[in-house]
């Protein structure tokens, strides 16, 4: 198993940046490809990004890439969300995800563990 632990989030302005963090603990790390999703009230939880075990391969969201940058630190056990240029429909909780699959996958019912989330605020 993997316990899997977000931060970073909070009120950001409009046009203003945040990193958030997902820290594992638990199993090795690197044996999982991790994804970012968000969601917001009344919204069913969106994909937005993903990366491999090794950081070699990431997906976006079409309309986030180039604004959003996932990254990890296998060596910390964390894979990080860049966000910036934050619009206040990027306000949601976002969650971070691992899974065993080679290529990350964007469905969350591919996911086998999950965090607690962390809240995202952005102001007009």
């Known amino acids: 198993q993997v316990q899997l632990v977000e931060s970073g989030g909070g009120l950001v302005q409009a046009g203003g940046s945040l990193r958030l963090s997902c820290a594992a603990s638990?199993?090795?790390?690197?044996?999982?490809?991790v994804g970012w999703f968000r969601q917001a009230p009344g919204k069913e939880r969106e994909f937005v990004a993903a990366?491999?075990?090794?950081?070699?391969?990431?997906h976006y969201a079409g309309s986030l890439k180039g604004r959003f940058t996932i990254s990890r630190d296998n060596a910390k056990n964390t894979v990080y969300l860049q966000m910036n240029s934050l619009k206040p429909e990027d306000a949601a909780v976002y969650y971070c995800?691992?899974?065993?699959?080679?290529?990350?996958?964007?469905?969350?019912?591919?996911?086998?563990?999950w965090g607690q989330g962390t809240q995202v605020t952005v102001s007009s």
């Open positions: 995800a691992a899974d065993t699959n080679t290529i990350p996958t964007k469905w969350p019912y591919e996911y086998d563990y």
């Open positions: 638990g199993r090795t790390f690197s044996s999982y490809a």
């Open positions: 990366i491999s075990k090794s950081g070699g391969v990431a």
